[in-house]
């Protein structure tokens, strides 16, 4: 990347940083997920002093509470931080005098893209490091606290996988609305009817390829039934938990159940199929990378062909 083209590019991360940071509606997230993150530290100490029990120290607090923000939290993150990256541009006609500077509309899309991940890097920094220091204020020492960074790596994942969708849609149809409207009505969708499709079919192994939780197995145990250990969920948006996993357990192996509703509930008590954790998290990985890579391409293409009208 010559010179002027990397000087022209960190001008437009620069122009979209500075856009980010005025945007009410991300300090209004970072409040709220701060604000459950305190409630997850505060409600344990509150219920201690109500119930005159003292607060017992959990050495795995931070780890567990890594990634709960979850599915629904990754997908709010990602349409706050993107919904009018592009779109807002059109929608206030400042597309216009950007599109007038010397630089091109991939070097735009790019930029917006890296912006998108340094603001959701920088909010997801603080809010692991305030569960670290607040947990173990709270919990006393922690264990594992070396895997925090695997558990912001999984969750940047998860939320970029959205914002590359979002931000297709908006470049797209030019409108936040329906760029916001479009994402939800392609996240509820998905798991509705991939959902119905895994229980009446039995194919659950389909809800491991969409942009949410994936199927649920159960890690298996010496002892018990096939489906009595803890369960785990094989999606994108498990990827920070089962890194986690695979991490401090390489060897696990998961049973998922083949239930089919139609042929009655014994069946999932009676039949199962197993994974390791090592290919679980490689497959959420590979497709989680292919649904950034391919709707990346999607919004930089709606970008190019966009007309432009003063």
């Known amino acids: 990347m010559s010179e002027p083209v990397l000087y022209r590019f960190m001008a437009i991360v620069r122009y979209e940083l500075l856009w980010n940071v005025r945007k009410k509606k991300v300090l209004g997230l970072l409040i709220l997920v701060f604000s459950l993150a305190t409630l997850s530290l505060a409600l344990p100490v509150a219920l201690s002093s109500i119930y005159d029990r003292p607060l017992s120290a959990d050495p795995d607090h ?14 709010l993150v990602a349409i706050v931080i993107s919904m009018n990256s592009v779109s807002g541009e059109f929608e206030s006609g400042t597309i216009v005098p950007l599109l007038s500077k010397p630089v091109s ?5 790019v930029g917006k893209l890296c912006a998108a991940l340094v603001t959701l890097s920088a909010a997801y920094a603080l809010l692991f490091l305030y569960l670290a ?11 594992n606290l070396d895997l925090v960074p695997v558990l912001f790596a999984g969750s940047i994942a998860s939320t970029f996988v959205w914002v590359a969708i979002v931000m297709a849609i908006g470049s797209a149809s030019k409108s936040s609305l329906t760029a916001a409207l479009g994402a939800f009505g392609i996240w509820l969708g998905l798991s509705l009817v991939t959902g ?8 659950t192994w389909i809800l491991t390829y969409i942009p949410g939780g994936g199927a649920t197995g159960y890690i298996a145990q010496a002892s018990g039934g096939p489906f009595s250990g803890p369960a785990v969920r094989t999606g994108i948006a498990s990827i920070a938990d089962n890194l986690v996993t695979l991490v401090l357990h390489p060897s696990t192996v998961i049973n998922f159940p083949q239930v089919d509703i139609l042929a009655g509930v014994t069946r999932a008590s009676a039949q199962f199929y197993t994974e390791s954790i090592s290919y679980v998290v490689m497959l959420s990985v590979i497709v989680a ?22």
């Open 62 to 75: 931070v780890i567990n509470a890594g990634a709960f923000l979850g599915e629904v939290g990754f997908f």
């Open 105 to 109: 509309r991939t070097t735009i899309f």
């Open 133 to 143: 220091v607040g947990g173990t204020v709270v919990f006393g020492p922690q264990n």
């Open 196 to 203: 119905i499709y895994g229980a009446f079919s039995g194919e």
């Open 289 to 310: 990378a292919v649904y950034i890579v391919v709707f990346s391409l999607i919004g930089w293409f709606a970008l190019k062909r966009a007309q432009i009208t003063e």
